[in-house]
Nanobody
Framework: QVQMVESGGGLVQAGGSLRLSCAASKRTSTSYAVGWFRQAPGKEREFVGA????????YYADSVKGRFTISRDNTNNTVYLQMNSLKPEDTAVYYC?????????????????????WGQGTLVTVSS
């Protein structure tokens, strides 16, 4: 897997916006899709969305579709999660992850359960 580092979390009011960043800890020449995931207190980690290496496709969980947008800047090895219209139920620790063997967004959605390397995550708290 490609080691990723998340940042940008914080406290925001319901209806607000926040942008998370996910950067590869080392520059790499490999191609990889990046997935975003979250884990709320007392719940299992869940898939949020993913973006392909070429950024030509994205895939989102129904719960965030239309509110969250994933983009990437391969020049800087950074992927972004723009979160709008935030709800209290979006409160969670957000993680990003990547694997050199997964290059499409759909494949990330199907295979993310096999990922073993996770970063520290970044906490997003949405107040009501």
């Amino acid at each position: 897997q490609v080691q990723m580092v998340e940042s940008g979390g914080g406290l925001v009011q319901a209806g607000g916006s926040l942008r998370l960043s996910c950067a590869a800890s080392k520059r790499t020449s490999t191609s990889y899709a990046v997935g975003w995931f979250r884990q709320a207190p007392g719940k299992e980690r869940e898939f949020v969305g993913a973006i392909s290496w070429s950024a030509d496709s994205t895939y989102y969980a129904d719960s965030v579709k239309g509110r969250f947008t994933i983009s990437r800047d391969n020049t800087n090895n950074t992927v972004y999660l723009q979160m709008n219209s935030l709800k209290p139920e979006d409160t969670a620790v957000y993680y990003c992850a990547a694997d050199a063997g997964i290059t499409t967004a759909q494949a990330m959605f199907l295979l993310w359960g096999y990922l073993e390397v996770w970063g520290q995550g970044t906490l997003v708290t949405v107040s009501s």
